[in-house]
């Protein structure tokens, strides 16, 4: 009887060997911490569709982000819930808005926070779209979107932002929103783009969280299609091209291979959104007892990272690193 000369199981034998030759980790410095903050003071309200998440209010806010900074988590993005909507998205760049106060109570307790707020105007349009709409209101206005987005850019990078993330998916955004904080002097403000964001199933819990959900039409129009990969490759360049520092694809778990071609093909850092969807299948599956949540949740970043994503923004990343899931 011939015997195998190659053993691969020889490098599997014990927990310490294969942690010698793992060539995939996670590292909390790889984590963004996603959060929506509320008006008010002291809340901290379950978030029904993302169970264990929470909306807070901008000191509760504050001091999580301090929590989180201490366990290894660099930085954090923020949502903005607010009941104030109107067609011009005004609340968005109000300097005394629920993001440009969370902003500056997060650098006030923890300057060395990286702090980055979502650029959208979905949670500020009465609306419910990401941004100006046409004159028969059928789709969003692309052009005139663009000086929105640069207006709240703006607003945000004096709050005191270290990143702009827009996620609104309008043509030409990236250099817009560079040409502006650059002519008001924040050419140190970053822009990591949601460059291929595509039109997913997996945002609904999102959508309730930010108090976004409630829109005619469909966001079809600017978002991409998911049945498109070379187009992501597009979208990326394009980006690029106008300015961006950092580029994200949205959702993960189902673009894993849009990831790995976005990291063969740029040399920028690539981020992964493991979105509100993916968070809530996980949780509700583990409370139906179908999976072990904490394996799961390990081997779900896991793979976002071997894919080649450099930063995972994740609901799961306190947790993670609290409960040891990243060993």
């Known amino acids: 009887m011939t015997f195998p000369a190659t053993r691969l199981r020889r490098l599997r034998r014990t927990q310490g060997l294969r942690r010698m030759v793992r060539e995939t980790s996670v590292r909390p410095e790889d984590l963004i911490m996603g959060y929506f903050a509320v008006a008010g003071k002291g809340i901290k309200r379950p978030i029904q569709s993302l169970p264990g998440q929470f909306h807070f209010s ?25 009941q104030k909507k109107d067609a011009e998205a005004s609340e968005a760049w109000n300097p005394d808005g629920i993001i440009q106060r969370a902003i500056q109570a997060i650098k006030a307790k923890t300057p060395e926070m990286v702090v980055i707020p979502d650029l959208c105007a979905c949670e500020y349009t009465d609306s419910g779209h990401c941004g100006l709409l046409t004159a028969d ?10 000086e929105l987005l640069a207006r709240i850019a703006v607003s945000y990078a004096r709050a005191g932002a270290d990143i702009i993330a827009p996620s609104d998916m309008m043509d030409g955004r990236v250099g817009a929103i560079r040409s ?7 050419n140190q403000v970053a822009i990591m783009s949601y460059a291929a964001k595509y039109a997913s199933a997996f ?5 309730e969280a930010a108090g976004s959900g409630q829109f005619q039409g469909t966001r079809q129009s600017y978002q991409m299609d998911p049945a498109n990969a070379r187009e992501a490759l597009r979208e990326v360049e394009l980006d690029i091209e106008e300015g961006a520092d950092i580029v994200m694809v949205k959702p993960a778990l189902p673009c894993l291979d849009i990831i790995r071609l976005v990291r063969e093909a740029f040399p920028l850092p690539v981020a992964a959104y493991n979105v509100s969807g993916e968070y809530a299948m ?4 583990e409370k139906a007892g179908a999976i ?28 993670a690193i609290e409960q040891g899931y990243l060993d």
Request: net charge negative.
């Open 137 to 146: 209101g059928r789709d969003v206005d692309n052009d005139p979107t663009l």
């Open 203 to 207: 945002y609904g819990p999102f959508r």
């Open 180 to 186: 502006a904080l650059d002519d008001e002097g924040f």
């Open 282 to 285: 996980i949780r509700h599956a």
């Open 58 to 82: 901008v000191d509760r806010l504050a001091r999580e982000a301090k929590e989180v900074y201490k366990l290894g988590i660099p930085a954090v993005l923020l949502f903005g819930v607010t």
């Open 292 to 319: 072990a949540g904490p394996p799961v949740i390990r081997e779900t970043l896991t793979a976002i990272k071997r894919a080649g994503a450099d930063l995972i923004i994740t609901y799961f990343a306190r947790e």
